[in-house]
């Protein structure tokens, strides 16, 4: 699987994004998608995931309310809608895919995650 993350810019507080990541390579409604961040001298950071099924999606509490994860299965794609962004969201944003045969996200570490994007940064200023 190979993940291409796109999407991000610089934005002032308050305002919108819509991140995306293909995935090619393997049947995608299989695997869990998921968004992490980094924000500079911080460490990788949970923000949110999906499962095969869009009601299955679970949100880090720093972004619940402000960010919607979504999949088109017919492209292969996984949306992150980032709204009300604040200047503490500036990072740089990964995609990452977990191999299932459930279908359903059973974890938010990264280390469970097997396929990573190469990353978007997503700049906020105040």
């Known amino acids: 699987v190979q993940l291409q993350a796109s999407g991000g810019g610089l934005v002032q507080a308050g305002g919108s994004l819509r991140l995306s990541c293909a995935a090619s390579?393997?049947?995608?409604?299989?695997?869990?998608m998921g968004w992490f961040r980094q924000a500079p001298g911080k460490e990788l950071e949970f923000v949110a995931a999906i499962g095969n099924s869009v009601m299955d999606a679970v949100y880090a509490d720093s972004v619940k309310g402000r960010f919607t994860i979504s999949r088109d299965n017919a492209k292969n794609t996984v949306y992150l809608r980032v709204n009300s962004l604040k200047p503490e969201d500036t990072a740089v944003y990964y995609c990452?895919?977990?191999?299932?045969?459930?279908?359903?996200?059973?974890?938010?570490?990264?280390?469970?995650?097997?396929?990573w994007g190469q990353g978007t940064l997503v700049t906020v200023s105040s």
């Open positions: 390579g393997l049947a995608f409604n299989l695997l869990v």
């Open positions: 990452a895919a977990r191999f299932t045969t459930s279908g359903v996200v059973q974890s938010t570490e990264g280390e469970s995650y097997d396929r």
